[in-house]
T-cell receptor, first 113, second 113 residues
């Protein structure tokens, strides 16, 4: 089954404790992206990647890092999480040249205390 | 600069009556426009997209949207609401062939029996 998976689905952590949210897709997509969703703000793009070793900033990259060492994986790294990063995070992927059709993962709900 | 304004945060309709979800966009370039749907506790699914072809776009589940450049609008409609349409809907703008996406704040659609 074609899908985008995220782990963990739920995470509660404390300020300053480094964490990684994994994202993996099995569709051989070149494009991958991370979003955060906050009430009343919709989704905002954090980072995206056009292919292995090619990443770029979205609208709200501050406080986040990403890497793309393999085509299928696009982890989101919070090196020193803060409470304002409490949010629902979505990973998405798409075929190169067809980024208008993104496939979204199920979401990761992160709470930073 | 690109942005999207969804004019209603909540819309409530009775089953079997028409649905209208309003979206206005701002774009420095010819935009690509999308509607995504998010059912409770689920990821996002593409409903339909406009990418400079026909101005009236048909999507899944009987939804359609019309691109009106003169009004900078891309409203989503459906002739007859079904209970399963209850969800949150996001209007999204992107520059064609680019890789950044800007989401509206969302419209929650409630369908009453």
């Amino acid at each position: 089954e074609a899908q985008v998976t995220q782990n963990p689905r739920y995470l509660i952590t404390v300020t300053g404790k480094k964490l990684t949210v994994t994202c993996s897709q099995n569709m051989n997509h070149e494009y991958m992206s991370w979003y955060r969703q906050d009430p009343g703000l919709g989704l905002r793009q954090i980072y995206y990647s056009m292919n292995v070793e090619v990443t770029d900033k979205g609208d709200v990259p501050e406080g986040y890092k990403v890497s793309r060492k393999e085509k299928r994986n696009f982890p989101l790294i919070l090196e020193s999480p803060s409470p304002n990063q409490t949010s629902l995070y979505f990973c998405a992927s798409a075929r190169e040249g067809s980024t208008d059709t993104q496939y979204f993962g199920p979401g990761t709900r992160l709470t930073v205390l | 600069a690109q942005s999207v304004t969804q004019l209603d945060s909540h819309v409530s309709v009775s089953e079997g009556t028409p649905v209208l979800l309003r979206c206005n966009y701002s774009s420095s370039y010819s935009p690509s426009l999308f509607w995504y749907v998010q059912h409770p506790n689920k990821g996002l699914q593409l409903l339909l997209k406009y990418t400079s072809a026909a101005t009236l776009v048909k999507g899944i589940n009987g939804f359609e949207a019309e691109f009106k450049k003169s009004e900078t609008s891309f409203h989503l409609t459906k002739p007859s609401a079904h209970m399963s349409d209850a969800a949150e809907y996001f209007c999204v703008v992107s520059r064609y062939n680019f890789n950044k996406f800007y989401f509206g704040s969302g419209t929650k659609l409630n369908v009453k029996p």
